[in-house]
């Protein structure tokens, strides 16, 4: 039997999600989120688009600088003992603040990775694997990636329903604080 994946964010979903007429979901705020990117589905292409050369053609939202702006990734690990944690952080940055956040993540990860067992022997190459892969790839300078696409729309979406109040019960899921910068052309986002 295939697993299913989320719709909004591609996760495997093992056990539980959400359904409804949009898709499935792996949990709430993927399926508001998948909402938010239905709703845009209405808003004329052109303005996607428009919207989208802004963005990465704006200034860094980091350093001030001149674009192309992309969401590019950081990956970390952290341990102790027996306990291990790992994440992604997205962030709207040109490339040269964005490799600058992938070098410190992957200090991070090299210093205080590996001090668990079993996960930190196992998800420190691995999540250093992937800073390096950032740093010395990373998304096509020429091109919007297929993220900030999504993150255009998730605005776009959560624009156009505000201004047809269709989400009266609850607020848009807000961007990570970091891509919620120097977005002014998407309305309103919260800064952190």
Not at 37 to 54: D, H, N, S, T, Y
């Amino acid at each position: 039997m295939p697993v299913a994946k989320c719709n909004y964010c591609d996760s495997s979903i093992v056990f539980g999600g959400r359904s409804d007429p949009t898709g499935r979901y792996c949990n709430a705020k993927c399926q508001q989120s998948g909402h938010l990117v239905a709703i845009a589905k209405e808003v004329p292409a052109q303005e996607i688009e428009r919207l989208l050369e802004e963005v990465r053609h704006g200034t860094c939202p980091r350093c001030g600088g001149p674009g192309p702006l992309d969401v590019h990734k950081s990956y970390q690990v952290w341990s102790a003992l027996v306990v291990t944690s790992w994440r992604s952080n997205l962030a709207l940055s040109c490339k040269s603040c964005a490799t600058k956040r992938q070098v410190g993540a992957l200090a991070l990860s090299f210093f205080v990775g590996w001090w668990g067992v079993p996960w930190g022997l196992l998800m420190t190459p691995i999540q250093i694997g992937r800073n390096l892969g950032g740093i010395f790839g990373g998304p096509d300078p020429s091109t919007p990636s297929a993220t900030l696409r999504k993150f255009v729309l998730l605005h776009a979406g959560a624009n156009r329903a505000k201004s047809q109040s269709t989400f009266k019960t609850t607020a848009p899921p807000p961007l990570p604080p970091s891509l919620g910068r120097g977005i002014p052309s998407l309305g309103h986002m919260p800064r952190a």
